[in-house]
Structures are given as C-alpha cells and as structure tokens.
C-alpha cells in the first residue's frame, strides 16, 4: 500500500459507527493489515473450550451455594462475600431460586496465549469491536479475503442465540451503567434492533414486558429500581438474565479454586487446565506453579525474572474490579517495590479483599496495523485473545496485539479478528 494512500476502512468504521450510535468517536484501535492467521486445531481449541468454561461456571456455583447451606467448608463463600451487607451476601443468595442462579449465558474471555484464560466477563466489552472489523473485512475483500472461519457477523449470531435460547422473541433490558465502552453498547444494542429484537428504552416496550436482562456486573443488575421485578419474572419463568444477580462471576478469586486445597477437589483436570496457575494471597503466603509453598518476604527476595506472576486485585469491587486498573506484573518491580505492593494486598486481605497470583503467560509475536495516516507501523507485541461466545458456542476471537505486557483497548492496540 502506498504510504501517502490512507485506507478506507477507517472512514467506512468511523461512519458505520455515527450511523448505528450518533457518536463522533470513531474507531478507537489500529487496525491490523491483514486478520488473524489461525490454525485449524488452534481454533477448535476455542470451540472446545465453550463446554469446559460452562462446567467450570457450573462446577463453581455448585461449590459456592454448598459452602452457604454449610455442606461445604465455609471459607468457600466468605472468599467471595466477605464483609458484604445481606442485600449482596448470605442472605441475598439463599433466598435465590435455581432459576435465578443460572450461570453466565453470553460471555467474553481473555487468554494470554490460546488456551490460557486469565479473566471470563459476562458479557464483556469488544463485542462491538468484533463486529466492526467484520464489517471492514466484508466492506473490503480484496483487502482482507473472502471468511474462512465463521459463518457471519457477529451479532447476527447473538441474536439468533438469543432466540433460540429463550425460545421465544426476545425482549431485552440491556443495562449500560457500568459498561467501559458505552457508545460500544450501544452500537450492540442498534445492531441487535436492526435484527429485529426490542431493546427496553428504545423501543415501544414496557419494562414488564422484558423477557432477558443484560448487565456488565452485579452491582449494574442488583441495584437497578427494576430487580425485585426482575427477580420474580424469573422465578416464575418469564424472564432470564445474562448476567445472574450474583457477584460470584465478577470475582477473580474464583480462577484460584481450581488450585485452592480447600476447593481443587471439586474440578477436574482438564477444566483447571484452562487458567495459568493461580492461587490466593494470604499473610502466611502463597502456592507457586511448581507447588512450592513461599511466604511474602521469601517472593520478594527472589530475582526479577523469577518473579514471573501478576498479582490481581480478586474481589467484586467495581471501584478496583474494572480492566487492568488493580493488575501488576510483579517481575516488572523492584523487591522494595514489591514489598510495598503486598503491604496494600494484605492490608485488603485483612479486610476481606481477596487478591490473587496468577502465572504470566505471554504471546510475542510480531504485528502489523495501517494507520489513518496510511502508513504501515510494525512492533513486537504481546498477544491477547478474546473468545466471544453465545450459549451455542464460539462466534468469533479477536487478537488485540500491543507492546506493553498488559494488552489493553488503548489508541494504539492493534486488533484483528479470526476471519
């Protein structure tokens, strides 16, 4: 491509985005020269995963509700509900009934390398995204080729999933509170309309007749004016949620269970495969990969480039809970530096604030993108990849690829999808 040609695809995205959602915003990403290239078993592996995500989600509310009714060790659910008023906590959540405690339906990972989870949202942000470069990819053939992988557009299958999944028309109240990208919300909430399904607020549908619920946390769902409504629609059948009214699934602390010895019974082998070693910090220490138990003081005395782990903020506080606003890469601190940082992480431990530590994974590789300018910018980046996936299974993976090692939707990620 010439450097003085600037490419097309940023003024079609720019406009197919003001279209859908009036905002001047535009594409926020570079977009990479060609879509992902991924291998055929590579790919079957994201399919495959969908299953074994459900059984964890499965596995995990089945383990928290048996800690509250006391069949389990109790230590279980304080992990996850510690310090939380009844409204959020014991209370809350045995009061619940099975249909109010279904697991997350439509849900976006995060994997460090292919085969690597180190986050699930329910449903996550980038679903616009995914949809977009879709659209490029489709607006401009002889630039990205004809799809070998996917069937169609993204949202065209979250709609027929819907569908299929309530088995009947959908009508949707999809909350935009806490969303990181709103105007992406909305692009989603146009394009689904577009299909044909009615979105509370715009269109002319009363609030008793929604039938699904949408929400990027539980705080977003629990304190809405609508949920003791909400709660006894589905009770009664007439109405699922997305997101259930559980702050479980926002919790990272959760991906140490599979690792826990108070809980690593209860998973089998190939589901705690999914996740980078992962254990909870306490005061007395902590597990790493190879099974050696190590204290605080003894980790930050170790070198560098031995200390190959991140350390995650794990509660369900949205304050803290939110992108990589509470995520350090531990080997990129001094021993003084780390110290400090466990000072704050125990000081939240004491109060019932779990964190965690979690093996890093990485994926270098080199990257491409065009640039608005219309000039090619090559790097050596870290991978990330995001799974999308309805209830009926993978719709789409995206690569956002970037130099920092916390690979983040910032201006100058660069993002492809499988095509």
Same mark, same amino acid.
């Given at each position: 491509?010439?450097?003085?040609?600037?490419?097309?695809?940023?003024?079609?995205?720019?406009?197919?985005?003001?279209?859908?959602?009036?905002?001047?915003?535009?594409?926020?990403?570079?977009?990479?020269?060609?879509?992902?290239?991924?291998?055929?078993?590579?790919?079957?592996?994201?399919?495959?995963?969908?299953?074994?995500?459900?059984?964890?989600?499965?596995?995990?509310?089945?383990?928290?509700?048996?800690?509250?009714?006391?069949?389990?060790?109790?230590?279980?659910?304080?992990?996850?509900?510690?310090?939380?008023?009844?409204?959020?906590?014991?209370?809350?959540?045995?009061?619940?009934?099975?249909?109010?405690?279904?697991?997350?339906?439509?849900?976006?990972?995060?994997?460090?390398?292919?085969?690597?989870?180190?986050?699930?949202?329910?449903?996550?942000?980038?679903?616009?995204?995914?949809? +977009?470069?879709?659209?490029?990819? +489709?607006?401009?053939?002889?630039?990205?080729?004809?799809?070998?992988?996917?069937?169609?557009?993204?949202?065209?299958?979250?709609?027929?999933?819907?569908?299929?999944?309530?088995?009947?028309?959908?009508?949707?109240?999809?909350?935009?509170?806490?969303?990181?990208?709103?105007?992406?919300?909305?692009?989603?909430?146009?394009?689904?309309?577009?299909?044909?399904?009615?979105?509370?607020?715009?269109?002319?549908?009363?609030?008793?007749?929604?039938?699904?619920?949408?929400?990027?946390?539980?705080?977003?769902?629990?304190?809405?004016?609508?949920?003791?409504?909400?709660?006894?629609?589905?009770?009664?059948?007439?109405?699922?949620?997305?997101?259930?009214?559980?702050?479980?699934?926002?919790?990272?602390?959760?991906?140490?269970?599979?690792?826990?010895?108070?809980?690593?019974?209860?998973?089998?082998?190939?589901?705690?495969?999914?996740?980078?070693?992962?254990?909870?910090?306490?005061?007395?220490?902590?597990?790493?990969?190879?099974?050696?138990?190590?204290?605080?003081?003894?980790?930050?005395?170790?070198?560098?480039?031995?200390?190959?782990?991140?350390?995650?903020?794990?509660?369900?506080?949205?304050?803290?809970?939110?992108?990589?606003?509470?995520?350090?890469?531990?080997?990129?601190?001094?021993?003084?530096?780390?110290?400090?940082?466990?000072?704050?992480?125990?000081?939240?431990?004491?109060?019932?604030?779990?964190?965690?530590?979690?093996?890093?994974?990485?994926?270098?590789?080199?990257?491409?993108?065009?640039?608005?300018?219309?000039?090619?910018?090559?790097?050596?980046?870290?991978?990330?990849?995001?799974?999308?996936?309805?209830?009926?299974?993978?719709?789409?993976?995206?690569?956002? +690829?970037?130099?920092?090692?916390?690979?983040?939707?910032?201006?100058?990620?660069?993002?492809?999808?499988?095509?």
């Amino acid at each position: 491509m010439p450097e003085s040609t600037a490419p097309p695809w940023y003024q079609f995205v720019d406009e197919d985005i003001r279209h859908r959602t009036r905002a001047t915003v535009g594409f926020t990403n570079e977009i990479a020269s060609r879509p992902y290239p991924m291998d055929e078993p590579t790919l079957q592996g994201f399919r495959d995963r969908h299953a074994l995500i459900r059984k964890f989600y499965e596995t995990t509310r089945d383990v928290f509700m048996a800690s509250l009714r006391d069949e389990a060790d109790p230590a279980i659910a304080d992990s996850v509900l510690s310090g939380q008023p009844s409204c959020r906590g014991r209370e809350h959540h045995l009061r619940l009934a099975d249909s109010q405690l279904s697991t997350p339906l439509f849900f976006r990972t995060d994997e460090a390398a292919p085969g690597a989870i180190i986050e699930v949202q329910c449903p996550g942000s980038g679903w616009e995204m995914a949809e +977009q470069l879709h659209r490029v990819y +489709q607006e401009f053939p002889g630039d990205f080729g004809k799809p070998k992988h996917f069937r169609g557009p993204l949202l065209g299958q979250v709609a027929e999933s819907m569908r299929h999944q309530l088995g009947r028309e959908p009508i949707v109240h999809h909350l935009t509170n806490n969303a990181s990208r709103p105007h992406g919300v909305v692009y989603t909430i146009q394009g689904l309309r577009e299909r044909g399904i009615d979105h509370f607020g715009w269109d002319s549908v009363h609030s008793r007749d929604c039938n699904f619920v949408r929400g990027h946390d539980f705080y977003d769902v629990r304190y809405n004016n609508f949920f003791d409504q909400w709660l006894e629609a589905c009770e009664g059948g007439a109405l699922t949620f997305d997101h259930p009214p559980t702050p479980l699934y926002d919790s990272k602390v959760i991906m140490a269970w599979p690792f826990w010895a108070t809980t690593r019974q209860y998973y089998p082998d190939e589901v705690r495969a999914l996740f980078p070693h992962t254990h909870i910090v306490t005061p007395e220490g902590f597990r790493l990969a190879d099974g050696t138990w190590i204290s605080v003081e003894e980790y930050c005395a170790m070198g560098r480039s031995a200390r190959a782990y991140y350390l995650k903020f794990a509660g369900h506080d949205p304050n803290l809970n939110w992108g990589s606003r509470a995520v350090f890469h531990s080997g990129s601190q001094s021993g003084v530096a780390a110290r400090h940082l466990f000072e704050r992480i125990l000081a939240d431990s004491r109060k019932g604030r779990p964190w965690v530590i979690q093996e890093a994974r990485m994926y270098p590789e080199s990257a491409t993108a065009v640039t608005r300018a219309g000039t090619e910018r090559s790097l050596t980046a870290y991978t990330k990849f995001s799974g999308f996936y309805t209830p009926g299974g993978l719709a789409a993976v995206m690569a956002l +690829q970037a130099h920092s090692r916390k690979v983040h939707g910032a201006d100058q990620t660069v993002v492809s999808i499988v095509h």
